[in-house]
């Protein structure tokens, strides 16, 4: 059975969920009709349920998360249960928290707390302005997700480029849930893999890996590992990791952590 980019997992994603744009998600923050997880670009199965495994994981990533006072950056938050959890947490923790999303999708967040929300697209209308506001910058970035998105309709290594610029000396930039078209393929031709597609596919084939395959506007090995490369010639330390086994699209998307000295 031939592999579909647009799939997750093997079985068709609803098209509502592949190649999503900056705008595409500011009509889906706006859809009645949708869930918190779905709103953000997850199928439920995705997503609900696994908040507290990837918020431990960027507590794990992000040293700056356990530290009283600190600033933290959250590129694309988006509206669901993790950023609630985000927003809980630097609160209790005493830390200040800048949330980046478009109007549409921040205003799907509770009202109310101490966490500030500036509205726009990172980093075209917002890259100054963000500057200014942190000052010295930021101990821990998260930008989870957001990467893919970039690459679609953007440009991924200047979004890079100015995230880095945000990082107080010590700092740490989660580029997290990048999905990555490679690591796909090579987990497909795995035992494992095979296993994995043919159960839930319900199907006796194995899944067919085309040698060679073009990545089409996908991110693959080449992109992960130019932007670890750019980020560190760029005078940062960065290093591609993988996502704990336990979240859910953890054998297809790893993430990308780069410090400032
Ligand atoms: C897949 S969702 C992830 C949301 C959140 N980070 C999470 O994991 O729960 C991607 C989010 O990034 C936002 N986004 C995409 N490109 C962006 C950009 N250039 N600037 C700001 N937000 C962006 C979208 O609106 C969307 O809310």
Known sequence: MAV???????????????????DRFRE??????????EKIGYPDQFRDGCEPAIFADFC????ALNRPGATVLDIGCGCG???RMLIAHCQAQQQRLLLVDS?????????GGDALRIAGRFPEQLAGALGAQLGAGADAIICYGVLQVAFLDANPFRLLDEAMALLAPGGALLLGDIANASKLRRFLCSDAGRHFHKAYM??????????????????DDAVVLGLMQRARNAGFDAYVLP???????????EDLLVTRP
């Open 28 to 37: 889906m923050a706006q859809d009645p009709q949708l869930s918190a997880s």
């Open 243 to 253: 996502q704990p086994a336990a979240l859910p699209l953890s054998n297809r998307r």
């Open 202 to 219: 319900r199907s006796e084939s194995d899944p067919e890996v085309p040698a060679f395959a073009p990545p089409g506007d996908r991110i």
């Open 81 to 83: 249960e993790l950023t």
């Open 103 to 111: 109007d549409e999708m921040l205003q799907q967040l509770p009202g």
């Open 60 to 63: 794990n990533k992000l040293p």
């Open 4 to 22: 579909d980019p647009d799939k997750v997992d093997g079985r068709q994603a609803p098209r509502q969920f592949a190649k999503l744009s900056y």
